[in-house]
């Protein structure tokens, strides 16, 4: 099992900060791509930014001048950081990380972390 714990969401004001954290944990090999999702009642999950195991970044257009994706390959961690908030950054906010499980076969899985509100609101 992997375990993906999320923090730091929460209500901001437009032009604030936020900072959201993702630590993963448990039957971990190595971890490829790491990235945050959002989604919005009854529409399709989509993604903001996301990093992979070199570094390399990919955001969304919306995240763009906005957004930082950052990870720590010893502690299994990503973080987002959002600056310059707007009401229209307002959703839940999904950790994603895609991972190669500990054991024989090496199996890949991708998994998701619970969601944390993001509120932009003044």
């Known amino acids: 099992q992997v375990q993906l714990v999320e923090s730091g969401g929460g209500l901001a004001q437009p032009g604030g900060s936020l900072r959201l954290s993702c630590a993963a944990s448990g039957n971990i090999f190595s971890i490829n791509d790491m990235g945050w999702y959002r989604q919005a009642s009854g529409k399709q999950r989509e993604l903001v930014a996301s990093i992979t195991n070199g570094g390399r970044t990919n955001y969304a257009d919306s995240a763009k001048g906005r957004f930082t994706i950052s990870r720590d390959n010893a502690k299994n961690t990503v973080t987002l950081q959002m600056n310059s908030l707007k009401p229209e950054d307002t959703d839940v906010y999904y950790c994603?990380?895609?991972?190669?499980?500990?054991?024989?076969?090496?199996?890949?899985?991708?998994?998701w972390g619970q969601g944390t509100q993001v509120t932009v609101s003044s």
């Open positions: 994603n990380v895609d991972v190669v499980h500990k054991g024989t076969f090496r199996i890949r899985g991708v998994h």
